[in-house]
Nanobody, 116 residues
Framework: QVQLVESGGGLVQAGGSLRLSCAAS????????MAWYRQAPRKQRELVAV???????NYADSVKGRFTISRDIAKNTMYLQMNSLKPEDTAVYYCNTYLRTRYYAWGQGTQVTVSS
């Protein structure tokens, strides 16, 4: 059973930066398109960024140009560099596969709070 552990969240002022990490207990990043998701209070979970097995990336329009997804396959770790943060980025951030049918068990997520 693969475990996903997100970390790196925190409280930051608008305009600041954070780097999130997603550590997996197995070698999953070379065999799955992976993604970062977020869920704000009283809102549905939304897709933030995707990195395909070949390295191609894609972003939600709301974060394009500010967030960067990357991974270190050897370390079984994926990252989300978040710059120019806005209050509307406040959410719990999760990592998982991009394909719903291949979801692993969800981790606890990491809270990101951006103050104005």
């Amino acid at each position: 059973q693969v475990q996903l552990v997100e970390s790196g969240g925190g409280l930051v002022q608008a305009g600041g930066s954070l780097r999130l990490s997603c550590a997996a207990s197995g070698s999953i990043f070379s065999i799955n398109d992976m993604a970062w998701y977020r869920q704000a209070p009283r809102k549905q979970r939304e897709l933030v960024a995707v990195i395909a097995t070949g390295g191609r990336t894609n972003y939600a329009d709301s974060v394009k140009g500010r967030f960067t997804i990357s991974r270190d396959i050897a370390k079984n770790t994926m990252y989300l560099q978040m710059n120019s943060l806005k209050p509307e980025d406040t959410a719990v951030y999760y990592c998982n596969t991009y394909l719903r049918t291949r979801y692993y068990a969800w981790g606890q997520g990491t809270q990101v709070t951006v103050s104005s």
